[in-house]
């Protein structure tokens, strides 16, 4: 009772030093609409709140003014004719060159209707084996950068005739194919508890690495639209892998790309902090991450994502399965995955170092009540009530039961000794590079990947004159630099050998003259690096998706886009 005449008293208090303040502007407000009828009144408010409302939507945006300001600029520069005439004909050129390349100068015919008859078995396969020739990269001898990431012929054996058996099946249908829903469940839960995974850690199985990140991107992403963010942001490395961009492209997640120490390459935590707002959805570490396989410091990630009770995903796609049998095959890490309270979620590849047939990922969460997040049901359809875990409707069951299989037939000693060899072979490649002169490596390795530049020389003309012998390297940018990634095929006697001899005569034959200019992939990765105007990177990138599906060359002239 006391208290409510206290309130009241308290309340009266306010009004009174409010009640003169109010006086004087109502007064105010009075006087200056003084001789305006009242419909003025209303047309110049509303008018006021049109402009205020739209200037507040131009000036923040997803991106910046300054970022709109420079591509508004170079729209209209590209608007001039003789820029416009000038980018046309260097698009043209790059699409025939490009189309030249696939089609090896047009020395191939391709099949461009269904045949009448189908073929016989025996023709079937003596064209496939013409295919084959086409191939000139030959990744059994290990000249490849990851890409195939074991090759053993026992493996695509026991593939193929897993394969086989569930060619049909399909985990869309879950009560026709039991079977294949019992394996996917026990992939699942043997990768959560290779990274630690408590009773409530779950997940599921994707088509690849880039579908595992897309669906953690959209589960937190759904866990911020729940807690009342209307624009919810993800503070990502510039390492990390493209697939948050494109996650972001997808699902409209602002994406803020966080540096790394230029010396370590490990993600600079102080700014990830710094840019950690009330909208932040998530935060992303990679262990370890593709450029240049350094491990961010998801310790302190992992901290972050505690204190502000943010979701912190790894993503594992790469080194899934090195990193958690690397204490085991004698190469301790710090902690880096479900061990670390804060952190939610982990993607792992088993095409990579899994050994599994390509199409297989898992995404993994550290408790049920987060996978929610990620599922789609649409219960309204016509067609029944429709529910997926991942983005796929239909799937491949003999992918999921190849993979199971693969796992199972390698076992824990099996991966605990190819990540052995792996980072032995990895430590032999990278103390080579380092005694190499005219060559560094960035940061300190700890995985399978070996990131190395120059200082004094464009090292796309070592990636370029390696591609000459038959090697095929990743070229990296931002900064200029290459990358081997080790996987079993360099293992073998003498690869690793055969590669440092090969880099070691090139690069002294670079030096020879260290300023030589650069042709080939190198002279476009370098001036692609160079070009302000991202958007014209992004267009002689489509000729080469276009050209992925090229069938000979375009029976329609695709000059200045006006055809396309
Ligand atoms: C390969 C890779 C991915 C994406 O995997 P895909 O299977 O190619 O879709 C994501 N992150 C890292 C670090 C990778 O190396
Ligand atoms: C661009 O296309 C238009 C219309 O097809 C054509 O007239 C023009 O010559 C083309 N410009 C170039 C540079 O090819
Ligand atoms: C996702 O995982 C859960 C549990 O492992 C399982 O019940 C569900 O069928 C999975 N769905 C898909 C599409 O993988
Ligand atoms: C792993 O390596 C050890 C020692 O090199 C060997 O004895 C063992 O047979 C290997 N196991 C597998 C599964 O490859
Ligand atoms: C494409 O252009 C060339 C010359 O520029 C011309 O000879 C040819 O007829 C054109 N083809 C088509 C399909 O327009």
């Not at 990358?483 to 050998?497: I, M, N, R, S, Y």
Request: charged content about 20%.
């Amino acid at each position: 009772m006391a208290d409510e005449t206290k309130q009241q008293q308290s309340l009266q208090q306010l009004k009174d030093i409010v009640q003169p303040y109010f006086e004087v502007f109502r007064l105010y407000m009075n006087d200056l609409c003084e001789g305006f009828e009242p419909w003025q009144i209303i047309i110049v408010t509303f008018g006021l709140t049109v402009v205020l409302v739209w200037l507040k939507e131009f000036l923040f945006q997803d991106e910046s003014l300054l970022e709109r300001a420079k591509k508004f600029f170079f729209r209209n520069v590209r608007r001039l004719p003789m820029v416009k005439a000038r980018i046309a004909a260097e698009i043209e050129k790059t699409r025939n060159d490009v189309e030249d390349n696939f089609n090896k100068g047009g020395t191939i015919t391709y099949m461009k209707h269904l045949p009448k008859q189908g073929l016989s078995q025996e023709k079937l396969f003596r064209l496939i084996e013409d295919y084959r020739q086409l191939a000139d990269v030959n990744w059994e001898k290990g000249h490849c950068s990851g890409t195939v990431y074991s090759g053993d012929p026992v493996l695509t054996d026991i593939a193929t005739k897993v394969y086989g058996i569930f060619a049909w099946s399909n985990p869309l249908h879950s009560d026709v194919f039991p079977d294949v829903r019992k394996m996917e469940a026990e992939v699942v839960r043997m990768c959560c508890n290779m990274f630690h995974g408590g009773p409530d850690s779950c997940g599921n199985m994707t088509s690849g690495g880039t579908e595992s990140i897309l669906m953690a991107c959209k589960t937190f992403r759904d866990r911020a639209y729940e807690k009342g963010i209307k624009f919810p942001e993800m503070l990502v490395p510039v390492t990390a892998h493209a697939a948050f961009d494109k996650a972001a492209h997808a699902f409209r997640i602002k994406i803020k790309h966080i540096p790394v120490d230029s010396f370590t390459m490990q993600v600079d935590v102080d700014a990830m902090k710094k840019a950690i707002s009330r909208n932040t959805c998530m935060l992303v570490g990679s262990a370890p991450g593709f450029p240049h396989g350094i491990m961010d410091p998801i310790e302190e990630i992992s901290k972050l994502g505690v204190k502000y009770d943010i979701p912190v995903h790894v993503d594992s796609c790469l080194g899934g399965f090195l990193v958690p049998f690397m204490d085991k095959a004698g190469f301790p890490l710090a902690p880096f995955d479900f061990r670390l309270p804060g952190v939610t979620s982990i993607s792992a590849d088993t095409h990579k170092y899994g050994y599994a047939p390509k199409g297989s990922s898992v995404v993994l969460y550290s408790n049920k009540n987060i996978r929610l997040y990620q599922y789609f049901v649409a219960p309204d359809w016509p067609g029944g009530i429709y529910a997926t875990a991942t983005l796929a409707g239909s799937r491949a069951g003999a992918i999921v039961a190849a993979c199971w299989a693969t796992m199972v037939y390698i076992g824990e000693q099996g991966y605990i000794n190819s990540t052995r060899q792996i980072i032995q072979t990895r430590q032999y490649i990278e103390d080579g590079l380092r005694q190499i002169e005219g060559l560094f490596v960035y940061g300190k390795p700890s995985v399978s990947v070996i990131g190395f530049g120059s200082l004094d020389f464009n090292i796309y003309r070592l990636s370029d004159m390696l591609t000459s012998k038959g090697w095929n390297l990743n070229a990296l940018q931002f900064p200029s630099s290459v990358h081997l990634c080790v996987t079993l095929l360099h293992t073998k006697p003498g690869v690793a050998d055969h590669f440092l001899q090969e880099v070691r005569q090139c690069t002294a034959a670079i030096l020879k003259d260290p300023n030589a200019k650069c042709g080939g992939m190198g002279a476009i990765y370098g001036m692609a690096q160079s070009i302000p105007d991202r958007s014209l990177v992004s267009e002689m990138v489509h000729c080469f998706l276009d050209g992925t599906t090229s069938t000979g060359p375009s029976t329609s002239n695709m000059t200045n886009g006006s055809t396309h």
